[in-house]
């Protein structure tokens, strides 16, 4: 039994949700990265891509986004339809992390077959999710085309595996960025024919040691079934945006 009460854990997510949910956060976070576009398709490549490196430093997440995007022209869409073989070569020298060249020259090339043979980023995800409105089978769809291509098997340890029981903190974060939209300005709202009650939390290290101290996750391994467990038990407080206590979770430490 949860040692805190309902309304105690209602209160403390409502909270901590309307304390980082504003456009403030926007301006330390990574999610700056597409908030710089206006037109759709810059908006959901500059966010996949900054999701894909969001990992470690937030100050260094947001220069290498940065740093892409400039390499990109800040057109992502044009450069990646547009792009030929010359061109890639400017990302030669890009790294983050373990996130090197090699890895970003297959994800330009997958996302120029997107959105050329499958009518984009949306329309993949969308595509399975209406079938019967469950993201994880979308989730393991998008990664099946995503992967369609010749690739270096390193190219798929940047993209989480339910099969492999992977949290994929940062596909459920880019599908929060494109699915939500309330009043705060934060999230974007674009696909609107996914539920954000459909959508899972993006788990990470620090949401699940808070996650836990508050009781609501009981698994001690942040993964795939830890998700389910901790999107199921935020249902209790909004079943129809549990996801939006990622900002409450993300900010509270206890």
């Avoid at 373990?98 to 020259?105: A, L, M, S």
């Avoid at 992967?147 to 029981?165: S, T």
């Avoid at 992977?166 to 599908?175: P, T, V």
Wanted: proline share 3%; net charge neutral; with cysteine.
């Amino acid at each position: 039994m949860n040692k805190y009460s309902f309304k105690y854990l209602k209160n403390i997510l409502e909270e901590n949700h309307s304390k980082y949910n504003c456009v403030k956060f926007i301006e330390t976070d990574p999610i700056q990265i597409p908030h710089k576009f206006s037109l759709k398709e810059d908006i959901e490549i500059s966010a996949f891509l900054t999701s894909i490196i969001a990992w470690g430093l937030r100050a260094t997440i947001i220069k290498n986004s940065n740093q892409l995007m400039q390499i990109m022209d800040n057109s992502p869409y044009d450069f990646i339809i547009n792009s030929e073989d010359s061109d890639l070569k400017a990302l030669n020298n890009f790294k983050h992390r373990t996130f090197n060249e090699t890895d970003c020259i297959y994800f330009i090339h997958s996302l120029k077959n997107i959105y050329k043979n499958h009518s984009g980023l949306h329309e993949v995800f969308h595509s399975k999710y209406k079938e019967n409105n469950k993201v994880d089978e979308a989730i393991i769809y998008f990664r099946k085309i995503f992967f369609e291509l010749p690739h270096l098997n390193r190219n798929e340890k940047h993209i989480g595996n339910i099969a492999k029981n992977s949290a994929l903190k940062k596909i459920n974060m880019f599908l929060r960025w494109m699915v939500r939209k309330d009043n705060y300005g934060v999230d974007f709202g674009l696909w609107n024919n996914i539920s954000p009650s459909d959508l899972y939390l993006p788990l990470d290290i620090h949401s699940g040691r808070i996650s836990r101290q508050l009781g609501l996750l009981t698994r001690n391994n942040n993964d795939w079934q830890a998700v389910i467990e901790i999107t199921h038990n935020l249902k209790q407080f909004d079943p129809y945006d549990p996801v939006k206590y990622d900002f409450a979770l993300f900010g509270m430490d206890l």
